[in-house]
């Protein structure tokens, strides 16, 4: 199962995403389901400092991760895990900004868990 491609570079580059701008020299790297991982999570700020992007296939993931931010401080949580719900309900399927809202419309101070699943490591 297929998370995300990137273009000419096997790793986990979010600012290499595969997009329109592919040319014959270009190589495409697929990037595969690894493993699956629930972290809690505990909103102190309003923002938690993440960026999400989704493929256009159901998949949300992390683009970015803000410096200093409550999810920086997860040291498991990484750029390119797939978010695959939060408290147990499934967000395969949603766009990237319904994933954001959900996220923003939690309450502080309750915590809550995220069930992620990293892209395979090939390298």
Do not use: W
């Amino acid at each position: 199962q297929i998370l995300f491609c990137t273009l000419n570079t096997h790793k986990v580059d979010m600012q290499k995403l595969l997009g329109g701008q592919i040319g014959l020299e270009d190589f495409i790297f697929a990037h595969v389901r690894g493993e699956t991982k629930e972290v809690e999570v505990t909103k102190t700020e309003d923002a938690l400092g993440l960026t999400i992007t989704d493929n256009g296939a159901g998949y949300a993931f992390i683009k970015r991760i803000k410096e200093g931010s409550i999810i920086n401080r997860l040291q498991t949580v990484c750029v390119g895990d797939s978010i695959e719900a939060i408290n147990d309900q499934t967000i395969v399927g949603c766009r990237h900004y319904e994933v954001a809202r959900m996220l923003r419309e939690l309450p502080r101070a309750q915590p809550f868990t995220l069930r992620l699943v990293q892209p395979k490591k090939a390298f």
